[in-house]
């Protein structure tokens, strides 16, 4: 049985399942450049000296300098260098200089700048759908609490220790919600963490997040928030990105799918727990929402995201 706390942003990192693909130290000296492209994989680097280019594809190169921290959680590809990038015949094969180590540039250069970088998958059926809630990318400075996750996941990853895999899906757990709820969410894009910061909708999406088998309307949620019914509609739309019953029935699709996947509950039991009064209910939202039927879409093998390499 699934069961997921009802603080939204929680719910959301909770449900996404994260676990640790690749965990490294990466050492630069010198002109240096490495380049991936079609990864899809959640990204996270802590500059612990020096300072690098890092240029995501779709966005504006951002400079990271030490005490930086960024999260991307769904990375396509990116390029990250020396401010000064090498020409392009330079080779670009990292050196593997112990476990989880990695040395960029001309080794005779001294080491200008080290990170710890990690790559991790989302273990869950509804991934795409959930990281659609969050930012393209996070980027903070002077943030230790967060940046001092890093070193303990890096560490608990060298490591081979009882309970190794329950500590390091907490910590990225923990890492994911500092590192969300870290910055202005003014300045981010529509979406969770700006509906959330705003007062006349956290409300509203904490009781979408904590009662997906309850009956919803736009009417009672405005009301809770004080506002007029169409007055709320905009401000949600525009705050979060989708309108009220759209956000609502992505997040019950989003715990359905989850619950299909885990198994051990009919189609029934599944239709009350995300607000649908039947199962054949349930089965035409279901397959109207994601274009197969719950029984086809749960027969069908999850596939994990490969391991990344540097």
Not at 107 to 130: K, N, Y
Not at 145 to 164: F, K, S, W
Not at 219 to 235: H, I, Q
Request: aromatic share 6%; charged share 20%; with cysteine.
């Amino acid at each position: 049985m699934l069961d997921t706390p009802s603080d939204p942003l929680s719910s959301v990192v909770t449900l996404l399942k994260p676990a640790v693909s690749i965990s490294k130290m990466v050492e630069a000296g010198g002109q240096w450049l490495v380049e991936r492209h079609d990864m899809a994989s959640p990204f996270y680097c802590a500059m612990v000296e020096g300072q690098c280019r890092l240029h995501i594809t779709g966005r504006d190169p951002v400079t990271l300098r030490a005490g930086d921290f960024v999260l991307i959680p769904h990375l396509q590809g990116f390029t990250m260098s020396s401010e000064v990038p090498p020409p392009p015949h330079v080779p670009r094969v990292p050196l593997e200089t112990g476990p989880g180590r990695f040395r960029l540039g001309v080794s005779e250069a001294p080491v200008d700048v080290r990170a710890l970088v990690g790559h991790c998958s989302f273990d869950t059926p509804a991934s795409d759908l959930l990281v659609s809630l969050l930012p393209d990318m996070i980027h903070v400075s002077g943030q230790s609490r967060l940046t001092g996750l890093v070193p303990v996941i890096h560490e608990e990853t060298r490591a081979d220790r009882p309970g190794r895999g329950m500590i390091l899906e907490r910590l990225l757990e923990v890492l994911l919600i500092e590192a969300l709820r870290s910055g202005p969410a003014a300045t981010l894009p529509p979406g969770l963490l700006r509906g959330l910061s705003d007062p006349k909708l956290a409300g509203a999406l904490q009781r979408i997040h904590a009662e997906a088998g309850s009956a919803l309307s736009v009417s009672d949620m405005a009301r809770a928030a004080g506002m007029s019914r169409s007055g709320f509609f905009e401000r949600f739309r525009k705050q979060v990105g989708r309108a009220p019953m759209e956000y609502a029935t992505d997040w019950r699709m989003a715990v359905a799918k989850t619950l299909l996947r885990h198994g051990g509950l009919t189609n029934a039991e599944i239709a009350l727990k995300v607000g649908y009064g039947s199962a054949s209910a349930f089965g035409l939202a279901f397959t109207r929402h994601e274009g197969v039927s719950p029984g086809a879409f749960a027969n069908k093998k999850q596939l994990r995201l490969p391991r990344v390499p540097l």
